[in-house]
């Protein structure tokens, strides 16, 4: 038998205070129009608290469905330590993949950013397009609380929000030797990607500098900007015993 679809809620569930939540909106259309579910069908409700709510759907109208819960666990598979994605954005639809690909690996937020020779840019619209993809990858890999994603229009802030994390690492093409030790990471971690152009040399300092960031190496190939940006969330997730 399949497990219940499973579905974000809007605001916290205080249950066993309340016990009914609506689906509203992307979530409401899903169940309704794409997924087809109605009165009696079996659901799992998420709220952002790292509860998942067994629920039964009471009532469906135009707009919205509610649901009846019935009890609540805690979920298992969020990671065990922060982990903060700042990422330089990217063309096309590559920041999706990697919004997509760094929730699947357990990222606990991601940060969008410009820099010097960023030539993608992110409108409002597309800022909800990543938040919604988040939302949808945490569903799929049967996370409890989805990343959210923000976007800074300058590197400067975007390090910033990194300030309380305990490892700062910041990949960059033209180091040569990693100034952080990838394989004994301990504590939170924030990891910098840049887009495809890469960063200037004022920017790696100003990360070093001001806000404390080591500079690692990925290799001796010149990776792809959303392929690096995979392939670190991966390596530290794994060094902080996530993947195992």
Do not use: W
């Not at 309340?18 to 979530?27: K, P, R, S, W, Y």
């Not at 920041?95 to 010097?116: D, N, P, R």
């Not at 992110?122 to 939302?135: G, H, I, M």
């Not at 010149?222 to 997730?237: C, G, P, S």
């Amino acid at each position: 038998m399949a497990a219940p679809k499973r579905f974000l809620t809007e605001n916290y569930i205080d249950f066993p205070s309340e016990t009914e939540a609506e689906l509203e909106g992307e979530q409401f259309n899903h169940a309704k129009n794409v997924l087809r579910l109605g009165v009696g069908s079996e659901i799992t409700l998420l709220d952002g608290s790292g509860r998942e709510y067994t629920a039964i759907i009471a009532a469906c109208g135009k707009r919205s469905m509610t649901a009846h819960i019935t009890g609540f666990t805690v979920g298992d598979k969020e990671p065990r330590t922060p982990v903060r994605l700042l990422v330089g954005a990217l063309k096309g639809d590559k920041t999706e993949l990697v919004v997509q690909k760094a929730t699947e690996l357990g990222i606990g937020s991601v940060g969008v950013f410009s820099s010097e020779y960023c030539s993608a840019y992110l409108t409002p619209s597309k800022l909800e397009r990543l938040n919604k993809v988040a939302r949808e990858a945490t569903k799929q890999c049967y996370r409890s609380v989805a990343p959210k994603v923000e976007f800074y229009d300058n590197l400067g802030d975007a390090l910033a929000s990194a300030a309380d994390y305990e490892n700062k690492l910041f990949a960059c093409e033209f180091e040569s030797n990693s100034q952080a030790d990838m394989r004994g990471l301990r504590g939170s971690a924030a990891i910098v990607v840049g887009s495809e152009g890469g960063f200037t040399e004022e920017e790696y300092a100003l990360a070093r500098e001001r806000y404390g960031f080591k500079g690692i190496t990925l290799g001796k190939r010149i990776l792809r900007a959303e392929t690096a940006a995979v392939a670190l969330t991966a390596i530290v997730m794994h060094s902080l015993g996530e993947l195992q």
